[in-house]
């Protein structure tokens, strides 16, 4: 089995041969047969290299139907592209739930997509699950209980970096080049969490829209500052174009990039993979470059997996393996689920997650929800970048220390 004992161990596959669930006919996108299951997706646009997310969700999907599904359903899992377009993610999202009449959305992508959506998600009660980003605000039971996230909170990951950076150079001028968006934003809220009243005379912001076509000229502006410590929470386009300027024009500065723009596959070895080393970043996936997972079970699971499901997919490109752990994640769900298979039995279940070993994750990693934990993942470890590989140092951090 290529989805195999390991992965479905921790992701509950006793739950596979539950029976229906008596009233799924209630549930939309719920029936005897069928989960039909929701998203969107970069498939094209400005952020398009996150778009092998949806695929290995695809294919992911594949391999658990030949398995025999969750209870006995299939998993129709439908993606569609919003090109990291918010209006177009609106139009998407209303055509899943209005007219596909999905159960839920699952591990949608984007900050500013799915901050256009939460209002309506929530406003109709459809369960937004795990979503493809880790802006602060989706841990926010209390005003969005239908929306949780996944992975470690950006704000969280900059007090981190400010923290070591501190450590490193205490009197550090610090450009901080930022997405112009909620995505970007939490990367200043957390350096000013950290840096308190020493903020604004030390740090030196310049920010990019989505849309542009370089960040050559604010890259230009923060050498000019005198930055000697630059952190980069841009997408992966930038940040490839990011690396590749900063070295070629000769500056040397204490580089931190955002772990979302850190694959080897579609940000580092375009960039030039020579030209990022030393970078400075924070680690919470098994990545796929690393030789010290080469023999981990974990990692060998999923590559079978990728090489019988997805044998199109780039193995050095570590959204793939963030896709196959997400995954991982919400199957656990599904079985918790049991026989009750509603709306409010997905977000109660999504929100009692205890102690999840997601066998992608870093040895010390869990997976942990509450009903007033909508962060399911808060721990970290920082690694810098050898050219070749991202190699870990220091301890695994949580989140709620280093706040």
């Known amino acids: 089995m290529i989805l195999n004992r390991r992965a479905f161990l921790a992701a509950g596959a006793a739950s596979l041969a539950l029976p229906a669930v008596v009233n799924a006919q209630e549930t939309p996108g719920v029936t005897a047969t069928e989960i039909r299951i929701g998203s969107t997706m970069p498939f094209s646009g400005p952020a398009s290299a996150y778009g092998v997310i949806g695929r290995s969700h695809e294919a992911f999907f594949r391999a658990l139907n030949a398995q025999g599904g969750i209870a006995g359903r299939k998993v129709n899992f439908i993606a569609y592209d919003d090109g990291y377009s918010p209006p177009k993610t609106v139009e998407q999202v209303r055509r899943l739930v209005e007219q596909d009449r999905v159960a839920f959305l699952f591990n949608t992508l984007g900050t500013p997509t799915n901050s256009a959506i939460v209002r309506y998600v929530n406003q109709r009660r459809v369960p937004h699950l795990f979503l493809s980003t880790g802006a602060d605000k989706w841990g926010n039971y209390q005003d969005t209980p239908w929306t949780i996230g996944w ?9 981190i970096y400010m923290k070591h950076m501190l450590a490193e150079r205490p009197n550090a001028r610090i450009g901080l080049l930022y997405q112009n968006d909620d995505f970007g934003k939490d990367y200043i809220i957390g350096a000013r969490d950290i840096l308190k009243e020493r903020f604004d005379g030390m740090v030196r912001t310049v920010s990019h829209e989505v849309t542009d076509a370089t960040v050559d000229s604010q890259i230009l502006s923060l050498q000019a500052a005198g930055c000697d410590v630059l952190l980069t929470a841009t997408t992966p386009k930038f940040a490839a174009q990011t690396i590749r300027r900063v070295h070629d024009i000769g500056w040397r500065p204490l580089h931190y990039l955002t772990n979302v723009s850190i694959s080897a596959g579609t940000v580092m070895n375009p960039a030039g993979a020579e030209k990022g080393i030393g970078i400075i970043t924070s680690a919470y996936l098994k990545d796929p470059t ?14 079978a997996f990728m090489a019988r499901w997805f044998p199109e997919g780039d193995l050095l490109d570590a959204s793939n393996v963030y896709g196959y752990g997400a995954a991982i994640t919400l199957v656990q769900v599904l079985r918790q689920c049991g026989r009750e298979l509603t709306r409010e039995s997905l977000m109660r279940e999504a929100a009692n997650l205890r102690d999840l070993e997601v066998p992608i994750l870093l040895p010390g ?6 009903p007033t934990n909508f962060r399911p993942i808060r721990q970290m470890q920082l690694a810098r970048w050898t050219g070749t590989t991202w190699e870990r140092f220091g301890n695994v951090l949580e ?4 706040g």
């Open 151 to 159: 992975q470690p909170s950006y704000r969280i990951e900059t007090h």
């Open 290 to 303: 690393d030789p010290a997972w080469r023999e981990d079970g974990g990692m060998r699971d999923w590559r």
């Open 365 to 370: 990693i869990r997976v942990s929800t509450s």
């Open 399 to 402: 989140g709620s220390a280093v």
